[in-house]
């Protein structure tokens, strides 16, 4: 069974950058869509980005666009997302996940979420 785990995250100031990464074990990442979502405390699970094997294509939130780039290193089995120019309302666990085809900005076509890694944008 896949298990994806997410780190990298952190207290970072506005304006400052940080990549997150998703491991992966029990499958190999070249072979797998990977999303990565983010939850704020009171709110729903919001879709930040996908990268989908296939292309790989990729594909992003309108509030990330242009800030936020997802990437693949499948010799290290991991999905990264790097995140620049932050903001405070980033602030959110960030979560990945694999993809298993249908509305990729949807949470439900998503399993084997990680447990997430607390991203905190302040000054």
């Known amino acids: 069974q896949v298990q994806l785990v997410e780190s990298g995250g952190g207290l970072v100031q506005p304006g400052g950058s940080l990549r997150l990464s998703c491991a992966a074990s029990g499958g190999t990442v070249s072979r797998l869509s990977v999303g990565w979502f983010r939850q704020a405390p009171g709110k729903e699970r919001e879709f930040v980005a996908l990268?989908?094997?296939?292309?790989?294509?990729?594909y992003y939130a309108d509030s990330v666009k242009g800030r936020f780039t997802i990437s693949r290193d499948n010799a290290k089995n991991t999905v990264y997302l790097q995140m620049n120019s932050l903001k405070p309302e980033d602030t959110a666990v960030y979560l990945c996940?694999?993809?298993?085809?249908?509305?990729?900005?949807?949470?439900?076509?998503?399993?084997?979420w990680g447990r997430g890694t607390q991203v905190t944008v302040s000054s």
């Open positions: 990268s989908d094997w296939l292309g790989p294509n990729t």
């Open positions: 996940a694999r993809f298993r085809g249908g509305i990729y900005y949807s949470a439900d076509p998503y399993d084997y």
